[in-house]
């Protein structure tokens, strides 16, 4: 709740640049080179991985930064290309209600 607090406050601002970075569950990996997927519209990116390294979100990070299209957005973010069924997508899926998303390439 009080990220979301965060990011309602950032919403309302008018003077800063600001883009919110959701990872999956964070892991203690090396970078690597593989793309990202990002979605604007919902925590969860279908068929990605819900983990993610520290260091890939910091090659995010750097990569955003002067990317003024990503101002002002809360955005998901996984690696392109991982195999397999993610959890959130599996849960979501069992509960009938999983919101499919158009999912933005990087």
């Keep these: ?17 600001w883009t919110c ?13 593989i ?5 604007d519209t919902d925590f969860h990116i279908p068929g990605c991985s819900d983990g993610i390294s520290r260091a890939d979100v910091a090659r995010y990070l750097l990569q955003v ?9 809360v955005r998901a973010i996984a690696l392109a290309g991982e195999s397999g069924t993610s959890l959130g997508e599996t849960l979501s899926n069992q509960m009938g209600d999983f919101k499919r998303t ?3 390439q990087q």
């Design 1 to 17: 709740e009080g990220m979301r607090q965060s990011e309602l406050e950032l919403e309302k601002s008018d003077h800063l640049d």
């Design 21 to 33: 970075v959701l990872p999956g569950g964070l892991t203690n990996e090396p970078v690597t080179d």
């Design 35 to 39: 793309p990202f997927r990002t979605n």
């Design 65 to 73: 930064i002067p990317d003024v299209d990503s101002h002002g957005k």
């Design 102 to 104: 158009t999912v933005n």
